[in-house]
């Protein structure tokens, strides 16, 4: 469904790739700091171009038009700073036609609707935009460590989530530092350091 064969990297190449990721499988992609695991998750999701190769989501490459909407990347918690946790659930349901009301209880976030996304913790932040970004559908879900700033607790609650996705048939790649979470994928890649001259 999502293919890559490509060698991947900023300018030069930190990875050589031939992938194939199906729908209804989780993903786990592990490896050092800096070994390229954002950098690959980037540009299966089409915001990096590969230094050569393609990548493509059934025969049509990530950075058609036709992809757009295909492919969600969750990352770093992202937020408008002046507008509440609750109103960011209300504006993405009117624009994207979800009802978060499940979403919302699973992840335990009633009490923190009311406050700014500047004035919770970390973790805290984390669950909310979490809840947000799972709930859409897509054909390919993207994570870059989505167990950051979440307690044993949670991650286990994120593990049933991403079940969850995939059972639904989603195909989920996530690049993760957590054993927990990268016990719950179907396949494992690890990236190693990328030998230049090979
Ligand atoms: N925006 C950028 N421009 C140029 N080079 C970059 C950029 N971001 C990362 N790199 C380089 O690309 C390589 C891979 O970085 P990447 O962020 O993909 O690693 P990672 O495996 O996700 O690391 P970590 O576990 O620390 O998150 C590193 O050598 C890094 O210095």
Known sequence: MLSICAK???????????LNFNKGKIYGICGANG???????RTLAGELYPLEG?????????????????????????????VSIGEHFKILSKTGKVNFADSIQRWNLEEL????????????QQRS?????LEIHSEVVVLDEPERHLDAFWIDILA??????????????????SQDILNICDEVIHLEKYDIAS
């Open 8 to 18: 991947i990297g900023y300018s030069t190449p930190i990875a050589e790739l031939e």
């Open 35 to 41: 070994a390229g695991k954002s950098t690959l998750l």
């Open 54 to 82: 393609t990548v493509k989501i059934g025969d049509v490459s990530v950075t058609d038009l036709k992809s757009v909407g295909k492919i969600i990347t969750i990352s770093t918690p992202d937020f408008y700073p002046d």
């Open 113 to 124: 609707l009311r406050k700014s996304p500047n004035k919770v913790s970390s973790g805290q």
């Open 129 to 133: 935009f979490l809840a947000l970004q």
């Open 160 to 177: 049933q989530e991403l079940k969850k996705k995939a059972t639904n048939g989603t195909a989920v790649i996530l690049a993760s530092h």
